[in-house]
């Protein structure tokens, strides 16, 4: 029935929000390989023994934790959310944990159009930063090398990934093109887990590592394509065509910028996962948005860039924009 259906989106949070508070207390990361009893868990994490034993329960009722007896352990499934899982979905989880705060001040946000528990990521602490560039790296790992598939990169010699986070699409980039260096541009926080994945691949003799934040300082310049890989839908308009001028001067004539991000259609109601982005922006910047490819085209064109065009679709955040520089 259909009041069925709608009362089970509603009920999600239930779920949710027990998956998260176990991973706050890195219980898969614990569990993984190794069980334990409730009193156990309950000794070394100082929690209450019953409510623990609930929370546990509960993730054996949705199979992340298996239970014999009174002893629990991580599942296959669960294993996804240990930290020692070699493809460890957790950085990803505890950034939706630090979303759940802000998500929580949606209706105070539509009323007054801010959101009183806003706090910009860089502003929560290194632990939570970095659990953000994490989760990045998370999203990225698979989709980076999609993208770098798709897009036709022989044509290019320098890359300028700018806020390129751990490096995840400057790597992907870099093993498609062999040929190709890269200037990877980011917070000076950031810049050393750059490097040490870069080093980790093998590939820091090709990459130029330079810390700055775009909102204020210039970009480097002699690249002939700039990536913007999920960065405009945390700007406004005015915040893009100001960094579209930035990466303008940085480029060589007849350089390329390419965009990756949700891009939506004319009525702003596809695809679904952009729309719940954009509310994500709503509570969690001053001015982000989920943009379509004609605000896209124009804000690019305001900035001097031309020949606009979609190159890639998609459903989620793996659309791809690119325009060029004029060569005069």
């Not at 602490?125 to 980076?144: N, P």
């Not at 350089?255 to 922006?281: C, E, W």
């Not at 124009?298 to 659309?319: I, K, S």
Request: charged fraction near 25%.
């Amino acid at each position: 029935m259909i009041e069925g259906e709608v009362l089970e989106d509603v009920r999600g949070f239930l779920k949710s929000r027990v998956i998260l508070t176990a991973a706050e207390f890195d219980v898969f990361t614990r569990l993984d390989g190794e069980s334990a009893t409730a009193e156990t868990l309950a000794g070394e994490l100082d929690c209450d023994k019953r409510c623990l034993t609930r929370l546990l329960d509960c993730l054996v009722a949705v199979h992340l934790l298996k239970k014999e007896r009174t002893l629990y352990q991580t599942t296959k499934r669960g294993g996804f959310l240990s930290s020692t899982h070699p493809a460890t979905e957790l950085p990803m989880v505890l950034h939706l944990n630090g979303l759940w705060e802000t998500w929580s001040g949606l209706t105070e946000t539509v009323k007054t159009g801010t959101n009183p528990r806003r706090k910009p990521i860089s502003k929560r602490g290194k632990e939570s930063f970095k659990a953000f560039i994490d989760a990045m790296h998370v999203v990225g790992r698979d989709l980076s090398r999609e993208i770098a598939d798709s897009y036709n990169l022989d044509s290019f010699k320098r890359l300028l990934d700018i806020g390129g986070a751990t490096g995840t699409y400057t790597i992907s980039f870099l093993e498609k093109n062999p040929e190709m260096t890269a200037v990877l541009f980011d917070l000076p926080d950031v810049v050393p887990w750059a490097e040490e994945s870069l080093e980790a691949e093998g590939l820091m003799d090709r990459v130029e590592l330079v810390a700055g934040d775009f909102y204020k300082d210039e970009l480097p310049v002699g690249c002939d394509l700039a990536l913007l890989s999920a960065i405009i839908h945390q700007n406004s308009p005015e915040q893009n065509i100001d960094l579209y001028r930035k990466i303008h001067r940085a480029l060589l004539p007849g350089g390329k910028i390419l965009i990756r991000d949700h891009v939506m259609d004319s009525a702003r109601t596809y695809p679904p996962q952009g729309t719940l982005f954009a509310i994500n922006m709503l509570v969690n910047t001053e001015g982000g948005d989920t943009y379509t490819f004609a605000e896209i085209k124009n804000t690019l064109e305001a900035a001097g860039f031309e020949a606009a065009q979609m190159v890639r679709t998609g459903e989620t955040m793996d659309c791809l924009v690119e325009a060029r520089k004029p060569l005069i």
